[in-house]
Nanobody, 122 residues
C-alpha cells in the first residue's frame, strides 16, 4: 500500500517555473515506478512524465519534453516534477501515481494522489 500526497501547485505567469512534490508513505516506495499525469478542465487525464523505480530511466510526453524534469529522492520517499517555461496550456490538476513499471498509460498505475492545481496565466 502506498499513500501519495502532492504539493507545490499554484498560480504562475507564463514563462515561470514551479516544482511539484509527491510525498509517499509506505516502506515499498522504492519498489515502485512513479508517474505524473495532468487533467485540464473538460479534458481527459494525460501522461506527463514517469521515472523508473531506480530513477535511472525517465520518460516524457512530447508536450513537456525539454521543459519538465522528473526526479526522485528515495531517502525522502519523494518524487518531484520541475516545470520550467510554463505555458497557459500547462494549466491542469497534476496527479502523481505509483506503478510496478513506468508507463505512459494511467491504467498501469495502482495508487494515486489527490492532485494539485497548477494555473499558468498569460
Amino acid at each position: 500500500q502506498v499513500q501519495l500526497v502532492e504539493s507545490g501547485g499554484g498560480l504562475v505567469q507564463a514563462g515561470g517555473s514551479l516544482r511539484l512534490s509527491c510525498a509517499a508513505a509506505g516502506r515499498t516506495f522504492r519498489s515502485y515506478a512513479m508517474g505524473w499525469f495532468r487533467q485540464a478542465l473538460g479534458k481527459e487525464r494525460e501522461f506527463v512524465a514517469a521515472i523508473s523505480y531506480s530513477g535511472g530511466r525517465t520518460y516524457y510526453a512530447d508536450s513537456v519534453k525539454g521543459r519538465f524534469t522528473i526526479s526522485r529522492d528515495i531517502a525522502k520517499n519523494t518524487v518531484y516534477l520541475q516545470m520550467n517555461s510554463l505555458k497557459p496550456e500547462d494549466t491542469a490538476v497534476y496527479y502523481c501515481a505509483a506503478a510496478y513499471s513506468a508507463s505512459n498509460y494511467e491504467n498501469a498505475y495502482d495508487y494515486w494522489g489527490q492532485g494539485t492545481q497548477v494555473t499558468v496565466s498569460s
